[in-house]
């Protein structure tokens, strides 16, 4: 790892040597996340501090957040690499003999190596710091003299209530036992932001928790996606998107348009009333977070005789036999493209998928008109279920009460992180939800892909019935075609059918059918891992409101499937 140290306690390492991704910079390291390195823990920086990466053009999702451009995390730059400070600043000494906890590489005592201290504190308002040490020896209390603290393995097993960290000076000692969790560490949060070198600490009222540097809960990204779709994908508007930094200024002066456009060969062979009249239209484009997934659903909803541009590739496949009922149109996306931007960043629980205005721990110190992102190019299958079938569905009194149990379990569970509790939920969401991860599992067995490298995209509303199975990856195509020709009509009946046999049995049933959401507080009903749970990097809502019977009739439960069992 290559580092070097500036003036506000940077460190800047190499990420040529495969230690990160563009794409894990983006979701799963971004800045304030914790990264293990081989000889090091640190912690990514701020946009701020981050050197210029390409540019990404999205124009849908810039004007939902309000930013002028999205750019990748610069890797192998002249001007230097993603920065990261080092986190946790206390380490332990390697020597048994010695175990002294320092902030040095080298032990001050033995020269020994170092490694870093295993436990930090969080907050959920995104604070980080190292774990208070001196007050664990001391119980709070102030040491006699100068603290000289040492972390003991006492050998005997291998949990934390064998580590004692003892105090030198005055003998003081305190096993960890008990030093993992919720009021561990007090109930002042210290408010420290170390991933945005420079600012004050925070005022904060939130309960520090301590955990392990590399638990689960240190991070979850905030990620914001976006296709692109007409008519930002035509051969105009992929000539904007080149230079785009240099027409933003003049958008709303046609004249001075007329002067330069002529003079980009990017534009050579279109009409300047075209690339005038597009650039207008992209100005004055209203899209906002709400209306991102309505946007996309008329797009693939009115594919015409298809539609053939670079980055939207859609045609209409038909619906396979016997199916006619219950799907309204089958959409085969050859080639897509999608845009995945980082906003920010919580800690202990994920962030809410309902709320996109839920709040976050900030990535920069001060404002950027920009904001890190990764394109991703690949395929996908888009299936609309019929609306008129599903709202008379939805109006029966079987599937409003199982739906009314779990947004009841959804509120309980929304209330005790402090989050707002829902008005409603519609059935179509779980049952879409649902469908999805049913389709991955089995296409995942059908295409060759792995069930984590398939993606689904809802599309649920009072006027939205779809979803969207897709893959996607950072290279120049990001598909073979496998997957869009199991969405060919024969295929993908057999596939539907093959789904609906496999729902309607688990190997986890009695237990699984059976399941109260009121009793386990776990927000789905008829859903486990052996029958509908995906990764987590698959799903778009950490695997809940999921219910098998919602899709096909189980046995022993009263009839609440939208699919009949005689498909």
């Not at 036992?177 to 949060?189: I, M, Y």
């Not at 609306?387 to 109006?395: H, I, M, S």
Request: a neutral charge; glycine letters at 8%.
């Amino acid at each position: 790892m290559a580092s070097k140290t500036g003036s506000s306690g940077v460190h800047s390492y190499t990420l040529k040597g495969g230690k990160l991704r563009p794409s894990q910079i983006i979701t799963t390291f971004g800045p304030g996340a914790v990264v293990d390195l081989p000889e090091e823990s640190v912690m990514i920086a701020g946009i701020d501090l981050w050197p210029p990466g390409p540019i990404i053009q999205e124009p849908r999702l810039q004007q939902a957040l309000e930013v002028k451009q999205f750019r990748a995390p610069a890797i192998g730059n002249l001007e230097g690499d993603v920065p990261c400070v080092r986190f946790p600043r206390d380490r332990v000494c390697i020597n048994k003999d010695c175990s002294l906890i320092s902030r040095s590489k080298k032990c001050p005592q033995c020269g020994s190596d170092t490694y870093p201290a295993r436990l930090i504190v969080i907050c959920s308002e995104g604070h980080a710091d190292d774990f208070p040490w001196h007050w664990w020896a001391h119980g709070g209390e102030k040491c006699t003299g100068k603290p000289e603290l040492r972390l003991v393995n006492q050998g005997r097993t291998a949990t934390l209530a064998d580590l004692v960290v003892m105090c030198s000076t005055c003998n003081q000692q305190r096993s960890l036992a008990g030093a993992l969790g919720a009021k561990a560490v007090g109930s002042t949060c210290s408010g420290k932001r170390p991933w945005l070198p420079g600012l004050p600490d925070a005022a904060c009222s939130a309960e520090p928790r301590s955990v392990l540097r590399g638990a689960s809960n240190v991070y979850f990204s905030s990620l914001l996606s976006a296709l692109s779709i007409p008519p930002w994908t035509s051969p105009i508007q992929a000539a904007i998107n080149t230079h785009w930094s240099t027409l933003l200024p003049i958008a709303n002066n046609e004249a001075l348009q007329r002067m330069l456009i002529p003079e980009l060969p990017e534009f050579a062979g279109f009409n300047l009333e075209d690339v005038i009249r597009a650039v207008k239209e992209r100005v004055s484009g209203t899209t906002t977070l709400n209306t991102l997934r309505k946007e996309e659903f008329r797009a693939f909803r009115n594919p015409g005789e298809g539609i053939n541009h670079i980055d939207f590739q859609i045609r209409t496949e038909p619906v396979p036999i016997g199916f006619e009922p219950y799907i309204k149109r089958v959409i085969l996306a050859h080639r897509l493209r999608e845009v995945r931007v980082l906003r920010g960043f919580t800690r202990i629980d994920p962030v809410d998928a309902d709320n996109v205005d839920a709040p976050i721990a900030p990535i920069m110190a001060n404002p950027q008109d920009w904001l890190p992102a990764v394109e991703h190019r690949g395929e996908g299958i888009f299936i609309e279920l019929d609306e008129n079938r599903v709202a008379a569905w939805e109006a029966e009194h079987a599937v409003r009460q199982r739906i009314d149990e779990m947004l009841r379990v959804s509120n309980k569970w929304r209330e005790q992180r402090g989050m707002k509790p829902l008005d409603s939920l519609l059935p179509r969401s779980v049952l879409i939800h649902t469908l999805a991860h049913l389709l991955i599992r089995q296409l995942s067995l059908d295409c060759g892909y792995s069930s984590s490298s398939l993606r689904e995209r809802i599309y649920a509303g009072a006027d939205m019935c779809g979803l969207l199975i897709y893959t996607a990856s950072a290279d120049s195509d990001g598909s073979l075609g496998g997957l869009v020709q199991q969405g060919l009509q024969n295929r993908l009946g057999a596939t539907l059918r093959a789904l609906l046999e496999h729902a309607r049995w688990c190997s986890s049933d009695p237990l699984c059918t059976e399941h109260q959401p009121l009793l386990t507080g776990q927000i789905k009903g008829a859903a486990c891992h052996a029958c509908c749970l995906i990764s987590e990097t698959s799903c778009e809502a950490s695997n809940r409101l999921l219910d098998r019977a919602l899709v096909c009739n189980l046995p022993n439960l009263r009839p609440t499937g939208f699919f009949d069992n005689d498909v």
